[in-house]
């Protein structure tokens, strides 16, 4: 089955053709096109949505015809066609949604709407080794989920953040310290020569029994530091913040995905999102499951960040347990299911 697959939730348009027999968990990705709008969101410090809707718009005819052209697929052989539905920005949302649409009406495609989130943890689903039950844990510029999965499509979120994710609190920080958004990356390097320990910083796990976040506190108090520092005209070490700020996220993530796998008898975690890109949270991970004796599955890090890729791994197990899309089908900037919202 050959799957055409769009993402345009936030600030990328992405567009994949990936190859899954029914029944199998076998994928051959063909064609994976993301075009970037980094460049366009970088002068203003993060994402301005009216400008990501316009991008989408020019971008996505384009980029889907190339990306069926590197596939070396003509439209009428396209079997079904996916798209991400919610969460994300609405208006970016709808590009997407809107031209998926347009695609499987022109066609006669079956049309498959799929969860973001859930397109992020299928990322992982790509070398047919995932183990069910399993706990997911999703962090990127706009989410920041525990997951909760019984299977490949049932998912029950356990544990969330109340306020900014951890993309976002990376690049508040970032932006307050003169960094080039998105920050995410520099400052996962500035924090590679820093002391971790530099800074007493609050944790970002909430202590009420749950399992989920809070990021507010600690972008709140950072800024603080940062602002009290430059009106004594002191010099604060941005390796060091940097250093500080990552040693409390990880310490708070895996605390949390600690207290997960304890409760839960997990023996299967998958780790998704834009923010697992950060080498240190990668890390920590790991360590935690090989401590544990838990299999970790992390995507490559081609396939962190939002693609169409993901959005057609997930559609095949939705369309696999009786999942349909008709034209009907609208954008959500939050989900149904409560998950993290924009």
């Not at 991400?84 to 208006?91: D, Q, R, S, V, W």
Request: aromatic letters at 8%.
């Amino acid at each position: 089955m050959l799957y055409l697959a769009f993402e345009s939730s936030c600030d990328e348009t992405a567009v994949a053709v990936v190859s899954s027999p029914d029944g199998k968990d076998e994928f051959t990705v063909l064609s994976n096109e993301i075009a970037s709008q980094i460049d366009v969101h970088a002068k203003y410090g993060g994402v301005v949505p009216e400008i990501a809707s316009r991008a989408h718009i020019e971008a996505i005819s384009a980029l889907t015809y190339k990306a069926l052209s590197d596939a070396g697929v003509a439209p009428e052989q396209i079997d079904r066609v996916a798209v991400t539905t919610e969460p994300g920005l609405i208006g970016a949302l709808l590009i997407g949604v809107n031209f998926a649409k347009g695609f499987a009406y022109t066609y006669g495609k079956p049309l498959i709407g799929v969860n973001h989130i859930k397109g992020h943890v299928a990322a992982n689903y790509l070398d047919g080794k995932i183990k069910t039950p399993f706990i997911a844990f999703v962090a990127s510029g706009g989410h920041t989920s525990i997951i909760k999965a019984s299977s490949y499509t049932d998912f029950e979120t356990v544990g969330r953040t109340v306020d900014d994710a951890i993309g976002e609190a990376f690049d508040k920080i970032g932006r307050r310290m003169g960094l080039t958004y998105p920050c995410g990356a520099e400052m996962d390097r500035l924090a590679k020569s820093g002391d971790p320990g530099a800074f007493k910083l609050p944790s970002v796990h909430l202590k009420d029994g749950s399992f989920n976040f809070s990021l507010s506190g600690l972008k709140t108090h950072v800024v603080n530091l940062l602002n009290t520092a430059e009106m004594k005209g002191e010099t604060v070490n941005r390796e060091d913040i940097c250093a500080s700020v990552t040693r409390v996220i990880c310490d708070s993530v895996t605390h949390q995905l600690d207290a997960c796998i304890k409760r839960y008898k997990t023996e299967t975690m998958l780790a998704a999102g834009g923010v697992l890109a950060n080498s240190h949270l990668r890390e920590a991970i790991k360590k935690l499951c090989d401590r544990r004796g838990v299999e970790l599955h992390i995507p490559p890090l081609a396939l962190c960040g939002d693609n169409g890729v993901m959005i057609a791994a997930a559609a095949k197990y939705e369309f696999e347990a009786g999942q349909r899309s008709d034209m009907s089908l609208d954008g959500r900037p939050s989900s149904k299911d409560d998950w993290q919202s924009y």
